[in-house]
């Protein structure tokens, strides 16, 4: 331990941001435990690191006494006289002894208690600097891919974190040294380390990728209401303006549609609806169920959030959408339960309902 040491330990601080003065002390521990080992448990020893003069040295306590009974924890009074007459009974004599002289075992007991500082430290900065951080979107490097469950390992900033397949677009294939954006969703706190869940397939993505690209959304003229996503597939976006002068739908678009390709791109051409946001429930639901065109929405008596809609015949396939995708992104979006009727198929209802009646 010299030079080359403390050089080290500069390096580290550096490099990965973890102060020299708690390396240092994870260190001293780390003797101290060598030192135990080697003399069956006994702690009388103090560890001294000097970074100006590059120096670590560890000293041996001894109780200075008028007879020895043991060596490993006494001096006599005669022979600590030898170094200095100041020392009395029941005083600390220390002598310096060799860290170079410990045991193998003992060496790798300090370096595992050094590894597991630099762990302790890495753990606690991490979560230090991604708990301020959860719900964002973070930039991204592929450094591995597993072929056999197809988990990513991906490089954020200085640290290394798991892109679960469940997490990932459906289809979506990664190669190494690919860059992607991530969303930060949740900091568990596990036994093992603290665990950082990355997604690709969060609403919140969408949701970040377009403050990215809006101004607008940036400075808070144009809000996000709301997020309805199936990842991979398609996504709904409500959105509104504090500026009666701005177009939130036409802002978030952007000029021939670059700023919301820009976001579709970014998510494997995923589809986009951006529909404007209404406090009126009737009309958030009518928007929220385009492309198609909608007649009416009307609140059911029997549901405090179930509504009823009527569109023309040839717009219900539209309003339900493909496995009924349109209508069950709608009832996400606006957090009602939505029935859709064609014209048609309610006149037949009102037919039966009459005949019931008559019976």
Known sequence: MNKD??????????????????????????????????????????????????????YQQLEVVEEVEDSKTQISVEAAHEKSKK????????????????????????????????????????????????????????????????????????????????????????????????????IKKEMRGPTIVLSRTHPGLVARLFELEVPEIKDGTVTINAVAREAGSRTKIAVSSA????????????????????????????KIDIIKYSENCEEFISAALAPANVISVTKLPDGERSYRVIVNDDQLSLAIGRKGQNARLAAKLTGCKIDIKSVKSLEELEVLAEDDSEE
């Open 243 to 270: 500026d009666p002068d701005v177009d939130p739908i036409g802002s978030c678009i952007g000029p021939k549609g670059m700023r919301k390709n820009s976001v579709s791109a970014e998510l494997c051409d995923e």
């Open 5 to 58: 040491f403390f050089e080290a330990l500069e390096a580290l601080e550096k490099e990965k941001g973890i102060s020299a003065d708690y390396m240092m002390e994870r260190v001293e521990t780390a003797l101290v435990s060598a030192f135990k080992r080697d003399n069956g448990g006994l702690g009388n020893v103090r560890v001294k690191l000097d970074p100006v003069k590059k120096e670590v040295r560890m």
């Open 87 to 186: 020392y009395n009974v029941g005083d600390i004599f220390e002598q310096e002894i060799k860290p170079k002289n410990f045991g193998r075992i003992s060496a790798q007991t300090a370096k595992q208690v050094i590894i597991q500082g630099i762990r302790e430290a890495e753990r606690g900065m991490m979560i230090k600097e991604y708990a301020e951080r959860k719900e964002e979107i973070v930039s991204a490097v592929v450094v591995r891919v597993d072929p056999n469950t197809d988990n990513v390992v991906l490089e954020v900033g200085k640290n290394e974190m798991m892109l679960y397949k469940h997490e990932q677009i459906a289809g979506e294939s990664f190669n190494v040294g690919d860059r992607t954006k991530v969303f930060i969703t949740e």
